[in-house]
């Protein structure tokens, strides 16, 4: 009986966390950092009271960084099918990129949020990023062993490409087309990666 009192309970909990993160996100995407206080977080959730975000947030930059790890999290679970049903190296490059853009274009609250918090100067948690960096990286070093990529810095390639899709983002959630945006993402990375020996 306790078992299942505690198992319910963490859900409860686990729930709430999630409806609070979800309102959050929508705000911060609808009204901007500025505007994104406990009140209007409140107000989106349909919570009756602040505790009840301090209750599971300690601080708001507890809350913006859960945010920015549900985010994270949300775009690999988008992502990883299409990585791991891809053949190859140069295949599973251009099924990450064409992935990660469909993501951004298809969840543009997200994209909004996250900007909303970066461009705040709110210290951005790192351990996310580096990552999905060191995930590109162990990709750009397969292909190098198996000849499928010339010789370059996997690293800097890795934070090179990370860069790129960040920075198309804005003009994703502006309308740009993902299948063209992915797809001249793709060339470009496939003539800066390719071997040709």
């Known amino acids: 009986m306790r078992i299942k009192q505690s198992t319910e309970r963490s859900r409860g909990t686990a729930a709430?966390?999630?409806?609070?993160?979800?309102?959050?996100?929508?705000?911060?995407?609808?009204?901007?950092?500025?505007?994104?206080?406990?009140?209007?977080?409140?107000?989106?959730?349909?919570?009756?009271?602040?505790?009840?975000?301090?209750?599971?947030?300690?601080?708001?930059?507890?809350?913006?960084?859960?945010?920015?790890?549900?985010?994270?999290?949300?775009?690999?679970?988008?992502?990883?099918?299409?990585?791991?049903?891809?053949?190859?190296?140069?295949?599973k490059l251009a099924a990450y990129i064409r992935s990660n853009v469909e993501f951004i274009a298809e969840r543009p609250d997200h994209v909004r949020a996250v900007q909303q918090i970066v461009f705040s100067g709110t210290p951005v948690p790192t351990e996310e990023a580096d990552a999905a960096v060191a995930r590109l990286t162990l990709l750009f070093e397969e292909?190098?062993?198996?000849?499928?990529?010339?010789?370059?810095?996997?690293?800097?390639?890795?934070?090179?490409?990370?860069?790129?899709?960040?920075?198309?983002?804005?003009r994703l959630v502006a309308g740009t087309a993902p299948t063209h945006a992915a797809q001249e993402l793709t060339n470009l990375f496939h003539q800066a990666t390719r071997n040709d020996r």
């Open 16 to 91: 709430r966390r999630d409806q609070i993160v979800a309102a959050t996100i929508g705000v911060l995407a609808e009204r901007g950092y500025g505007a994104t206080s406990y009140d209007a977080i409140c107000e989106a959730a349909g919570l009756s009271s602040k505790r009840l975000i301090s209750y599971h947030f300690t601080t708001k930059d507890e809350l913006l960084a859960e945010v920015l790890r549900r985010v994270t999290q949300d775009a690999a679970a988008r992502m990883r099918p299409a990585i791991d049903a891809a053949e190859g190296p140069d295949g």
């Open 143 to 170: 292909g190098q062993q198996t000849g499928v990529f010339r010789p370059f810095d996997p690293l800097l390639m890795a934070h090179t490409l990370r860069a790129a899709i960040d920075s198309l983002a804005t």
